[in-house]
């Protein structure tokens, strides 16, 4: 599988990226059928910090909601929510890109993957796609349920685009038992059913624990569907945005 990032590599690639507004969950429905966001009590807003983009990223420039281009996994709807932190008013018109691993744990687009560093993807666009949000703030998008990789737990990046300079870098995860659950009972999953990393032990995970709280999504079923739902609070103030870049400093300097 692909090579896990040093803490010192991931904080590089963060550093080297605009610096984005801080992310927010809060537990609201994120989806009309789809429940609060998961470990978060009610009624509370919870800051957090900017994560890192990861090695990755590339934009495809595909404005599409179904990302699957046919890989194999079990069917999964991400529904998201974009918000403005304190005023809770819907953010209409924001770019919002995901991207993330397959059932397999590789992503497309770049070579050196796999346990062998002989996969390459190069060229290929799979479980990457854009949106627009709607007047209430939502996207949505089509995809698999996205298998790991050694050193990280299994989650999907997000970049929220309020404008041409300032963005949202964040990556959010799922609780720790439904992967198991996934990975235990679906093909081709079970193939290497048990992650090397959980939430609790994964570092980029645990630095937005640190700083204010998980970003684990809220998990539910339409039918055979698997539907992960966040709601993502934009601090359009510039302070925490400062903040983040100052604490990823500190972090690379320590190292």
């Known amino acids: 599988m692909t090579k896990p990032l040093s803490?010192?590599?991931?904080?590089?690639?963060?550093?080297?990226?605009?610096?984005?507004?801080?992310?927010?969950?809060?537990?609201?429905?994120?989806?009309?059928?789809?429940?609060?966001?998961?470990?978060?009590?009610?009624?509370?807003?919870?800051?957090?910090?900017?994560?890192?983009?990861?090695p990755y990223y590339f934009?495809?420039?595909?404005?599409?909601?179904?990302?699957?281009?046919?890989?194999?996994?079990?069917?999964?709807?991400?529904?998201l929510r974009i918000i403005e932190a304190g005023s809770c008013k819907p953010i209409s018109g924001a770019r919002v890109d995901v991207w993330h691993a397959d059932a397999n744990g590789i992503y497309s687009g770049y070579t050196g993957q796999g346990a062998s560093r002989e996969i390459s993807t190069k060229g290929q666009t799979?479980?990457?796609?854009?949106?627009?949000?709607?007047?209430?703030?939502?996207?949505?998008?089509?995809?698999?349920?996205?298998?790991?990789?050694?050193?990280?737990?299994?989650?999907?990046?997000?970049?929220?685009?309020?404008?041409?300079?300032?963005?949202?870098?964040?990556?959010?995860?799922?609780?720790?038992?439904?992967?198991?659950?996934?990975?235990?009972?679906?093909?081709?999953y079970n193939d290497r059913p048990t992650p090397d990393t959980t939430n609790a032990t994964d570092w980029i995970y645990g630095d937005g624990q640190r700083e204010g709280g998980g970003t684990v999504l809220?998990?539910?079923?339409?039918?055979?569907?698997?539907?992960a739902a966040l709601l993502i609070g934009v601090d359009k103030s510039g302070e925490t945005a400062a903040k983040a870049s100052r604490g990823f400093l500190r972090r690379l300097l320590r190292l």
């Open 7 to 54: 803490r010192r590599q991931a904080l590089k690639t963060a550093l080297a990226a605009p610096v984005a507004s801080t992310m927010v969950t809060e537990p609201a429905r994120a989806a009309n059928d789809t429940p609060a966001a998961a470990a978060q009590p009610p009624g509370q807003c919870t800051l957090l910090p900017q994560a890192v983009e990861g």
């Open 218 to 227: 809220a998990m539910s079923k339409d039918g055979d569907i698997i539907v």
């Open 59 to 79: 934009d495809p420039k595909l404005m599409r909601s179904d990302i699957t281009e046919g890989r194999p996994g079990a069917p999964l709807r991400l529904s």
């Open 126 to 188: 799979y479980l990457r796609g854009t949106q627009t949000t709607d007047a209430d703030g939502r996207v949505a998008f089509t995809s698999v349920y996205p298998g790991w990789y050694p050193g990280r737990t299994p989650h999907i990046h997000v970049k929220v685009f309020l404008n041409e300079t300032s963005l949202v870098i964040g990556q959010i995860y799922f609780p720790d038992d439904y992967s198991a659950r996934i990975y235990a009972t679906h093909q081709p």
